[in-house]
């Protein structure tokens, strides 16, 4: 091939995609330049002055306020939803956001914060829970494996730092790209360590099969690492108007419970306490020896452990089938209790289904679904 | 994931046939096929760039970032396009002339893209490569069953040459644009339904 | 070179007698996928029209005045393609900027109409057939109505069928391709009232 030719397509290819580049970065420049906005929030509980032009959820994080994300913006969770009482540039209610805003929601202003720009100054109404929520590096001082898919992670938080929870909440983990995975994601956990030890978080994570943050956890995370977390977030923690808590997980599911357990037995509340965790074999148990501990020094709690499928050879003498079995047999009302569940929607489902037969109400039944 | 080569084949000719089953590649696919001559070099030349372009997509996608690969697909399809459109102006310019802006076209369609994005992006080279090649072979067959019916039926000859001695009525309509929709409906009523069948026969197995 | 055929016959001719759709298959990909609604079948078609009014002029400029002078037509393709999707992305921010409504409405479809054959197409029948600069915009006008035209016709019709009862393996492409048939017959009758191929 003639050597000119390759040269002058080259670099005439190059020129124009060069020029091509510097056209949008100028008309992004010029046309994204909405310029200062300030934005009042909470009727000037908070006021702050930011740059337009991103949107509303990464404008808030930017300035350290996290409003709640599962999916990263891309408008698959409905958790980042703020009041927006006034900001023109926010524009109508976008098709993306029609399937997580019921109409009082629509008429209340909530809007979802990853879909709308900030583009002037406006008036938001966030929850003051929210203002709570911290970013925090930590470093992973131990991991250990529970069973043969679960591991605890202990986590430090940074010299003179302390996160601030109510047990049964989570925190988002942000993974770090790794082998084929370029980008960071972020997932939620809950957090399975005491709300009164606030320098140390620890969590329960289960392999899920292909799942970005699980297999970065399983295979590439490793001791002495430093990892990112923020939160505290979610709705899921004690709310104690009862003399008895009946407890339902499976699985990981465990995490949120034990740190709740610990909450009751450490502020020396008087509640009942029934904890049922289900797993499908003998394999999939673990903190056995520290429940039944529990249950000897503590006698308002108790421990039933129940196994869908028990091997054989593993001479299982606990309860046997789903847990949804052991819960219908040994609870009668839902006078006076409340319940808390942690766990699959299928097993969620089938839980709420019993209990609420058993005529526990709507505001007596709290779940952390996966 | 290594696929075998005879699954990847037998996937991208029947079972999942970019443009019966997959409803892609169209635009070209009606275009040209009213002559088997223009549809089998159109054919040809879209396996042909599907295959070059997903080997080299698949070589370089560890090191393409995230945020510009799109734009890197598209630049390293137009490439092979305009390397055929150049071979086909050199070589083949009556056909070349006939098939127009169609060529051109292969860029936007949507069949490399979609094996680029879908296939290449996890799999080695060579298994991309073969999974390019047989997809647009796939179109290719598509677009000859196509082309027969149109041009036997329309012109009365097969690959140019006449065969009125079958006394065939040529039908015009078959030229034109509405036949082309007509027959692709057709085949893709036939297919859809055929395995709508296999579903439901497997479900109550 | 440039033919002497009067803009407004070659607008109203890519509209009925050379429809994109009906005639020349291009933009058939986001034609069936969106045609089943009416309402977002109506968004793509305006936000196509206007895709295509504006890439036609630019790239007529940048046919005359760039790609011909430095006698780069070889490359023509993938200056073409990079030119359309640099103008999707600025007419995207400009939208949001100043027409934020209409950006709520079509914002989402911008993206998808920078792979539309449809685009590339008209750019590259304006090359082949050496329009001048106002017959090359009303060119792009015309075919953006035309396909504008034929998309809502399709999604009216795929509404009702929606309900309808059909032979196994029809509903879908299958009928969706029919129909087009069916319609791109009928448009057959117009053909003859202006000659521009």
């Not at chain 1, 956001?97 to 009082?104: A, D, G, H, M, V």
Request: net charge neutral; with cysteine; glycine share 8%.
């Amino acid at each position: 091939m003639d050597f000119l030719i390759v040269a002058r397509t080259v670099i005439s290819l190059a020129l124009v995609s060069g020029a091509l580049a510097v056209i949008v970065s100028v008309a992004d420049k010029v046309l994204n330049n909405y310029g200062e906005c300030k934005l009042d929030i909470n009727d000037g509980q908070k006021q702050l002055t930011v740059e337009g032009g991103s949107s509303l959820l990464s404008t808030l994080a930017g300035q350290k306020i996290f409003i709640p994300s599962a999916c990263g913006g891309k408008a698959t969770c409905g958790l980042c939803k703020v009041q927006v009482l006034s900001g023109t540039g926010a524009g109508q209610v976008l098709p993306t956001e029609e399937p997580y805003l019921t109409e009082k929601e629509k008429a209340d202003s909530y809007r979802l914060s990853c879909q709308i720009k900030v583009k002037s100054d406006m008036r938001l109404r966030i929850p003051e829970e929210l203002f709570n929520i911290r970013e925090f590096i930590c470093e992973l001082v131990e991991i250990e494996d529970m069973t043969y898919d679960i591991k605890r992670l202990r986590l430090k938080l940074p010299k003179g730092d302390e996160i601030n929870f109510k047990a049964g909440q989570f925190v988002q983990l942000y993974t770090k790209p790794y082998g084929k995975v370029k980008e960071e994601v972020f997932r939620a956990y809950s957090i399975s360590s005491k709300a009164s030890e606030k320098d140390h978080l620890e969590l329960l994570i289960r392999l899920v099969p292909d799942g970005i943050c699980t297999t970065w956890v399983h295979t590439a995370l490793k001791e002495g690492e430093q990892v990112r977390v923020s939160g505290p977030y979610g709705d899921f923690f004690l709310r104690g108007d009862c003399e008895e808590l009946i407890m339902v997980a499976g699985g990981s599911g465990l995490a949120p419970i034990r740190s709740l357990v610990y909450d009751v037995i450490e502020k020396g509340l008087p509640h009942k306490m029934r904890f049922f965790f289900g797993a499908n074999t003998v394999k999939d148990l673990y903190y056995l020896e520290e429940f039944t501990r529990i249950e000897k020094d503590h006698p308002q709690f108790s421990f039933i452990p129940c196994v869908a499928k028990p091997e054989p050879e593993a001479n299982w003498q606990g309860e046997s089938g789903f847990v949804t079995v052991a819960l219908e047999n040994q609870v009668d009302t839902g006078e006076a209790k409340e319940a808390y569940l942690c766990g699959s929607p299928g097993m969620l489902n089938a839980c709420i289904k019993i209990l609420k037969s058993k005529g526990f109400k709507d505001n007596t039944i709290f779940y952390d679904e996966f | 994931m290594a696929e075998n080569p005879r699954a990847i084949i037998k996937r991208n000719l029947f079972g999942e046939n970019q443009v019966l089953r997959q409803i892609l590649g169209i635009c070209s696919a009606l275009a040209v096929t009213n002559t088997m001559r223009n549809s089998l070099v159109m054919g040809i030349g879209l396996s042909f760039v599907t295959a070059l372009s997903s080997l080299t997509l698949s070589a370089m996608r560890n090191i393409i970032p995230h945020r510009i690969r799109m734009l890197v697909q598209t630049l390293v399809i137009a490439a092979y396009v305009i390397f055929l459109d150049l071979l086909l102006k050199a070589y083949l310019p009556d056909i070349s002339k006939q098939l127009g802006p169609y060529v051109g076209l292969i860029i936007t369609n949507c069949i490399i893209m979609g094996r680029a994005e879908a296939y290449a992006q996890q799999n080695p080279p060579v298994a991309a490569m073969l999974d390019g090649l047989f997809a647009g072979l796939g179109y290719t067959l598509v677009l000859m069953i196509i082309s027969l019916i149109r041009e036997v039926m329309g012109f009365g000859s097969v690959f140019g040459m006449d065969i009125n001695f079958l006394k065939l009525q040529t039908w015009t309509i078959m030229i034109m644009p509405p036949a082309a929709f007509f027959i692709i409906g057709s085949l893709i009523w036939g297919l859809t339904a055929r395995a709508q069948r296999k579903a439901r026969k497997e479900e109550r197995a | 070179m440039t033919p002497s055929i009067s803009p407004w016959i070659i607008f109203l001719a890519s509209i009925i007698t050379s429809n994109m759709i009906l005639a020349n298959f291009l933009g058939m990909c986001s034609y069936l996928s969106v045609s089943t609604e009416y309402k977002t079948a109506n968004g793509l078609g305006m936000a196509v029209t206007m895709v295509l009014v504006i890439t036609s002029a630019i790239n007529w400029l940048v046919y005359t005045y760039v790609i011909i002078p430095l006698d780069l037509v070889y490359l023509q393709y993938i200056i073409f393609i990079m030119v359309i999707a640099a103008l999707v992305q600025i007419l995207e921010m400009g939208m949001d900027r100043f027409l934020p409504d209409l950006h709520a409405k079509l914002g989402i479809f911008l993206p998808l109409i920078t792979v539309n054959c449809a685009i590339l197409g008209a750019t590259l029948f304006q090359v082949i057939r050496h329009y001048g600069f106002i017959q090359a915009v009303l060119f792009g006008l015309g075919s953006g109505l035309g396909w504008w035209l034929a998309i809502d016709m399709l999604a009216a019709m795929r509404e009702k069928l929606a309900k309808a009862k059909l032979p196994p393996g029809m509903s879908g492409p299958a009928i969706a391709f029919i129909i087009t048939g069916v319609v791109a017959m009928a448009f057959i009758g117009f053909s003859g009232i202006f000659v521009i191929q």
